[in-house]
């Protein structure tokens, strides 16, 4: 059973930087990715970047390049993002999501993980 585990979430003020963990669990083969995603109240949820375990490539969404970097630890099987220069438009629930399918759509991920808080103050 694949769990995804996120940490890392809290209050910070405008410029300020946080990094996400997502612990995960129970892949059975590296062809996996693995995707971060946000929802703002009252908005739909949205990708904000995406990690390929197999050949260890990111994307991330124009909003938050060159602000926002993922990286993973294999030995730890935990992927991060670190998250710079934040914006107040970047505070939502943040949810780790990992799957086999498309990583560029929410359909291709279909094990999620539980969410963690950003908040970000102006």
């Known amino acids: 059973e694949v769990q995804l585990v996120e940490s890392g979430g809290g209050l910070v003020q405008a410029g300020g930087s946080l990094r996400l963990s997502c612990a995960a669990s129970g892949f059975t083969s590296d062809d996996y990715a693995i995707g971060w995603f946000r929802q703002a109240p009252g908005k739909e949820r949205e990708g904000v970047s995406c990690?390929?375990?197999?050949?260890?490539?990111?994307m991330y969404q124009d909003s938050v390049k060159g602000r926002f970097t993922m990286s993973s630890d294999t030995a730890k099987n935990t992927v991060y993002l670190q998250m710079t220069n934040l914006r107040p438009e970047d505070t939502g629930t943040y949810y780790c999501a990992g799957g086999y399918g498309d990583k560029y759509s929410k359909s291709g991920y279909l094990y999620w993980g539980q969410g963690t808080q950003v908040t970000v103050s102006s």
């Open positions: 990690f390929t375990r197999s050949d260890g490539t990111t």
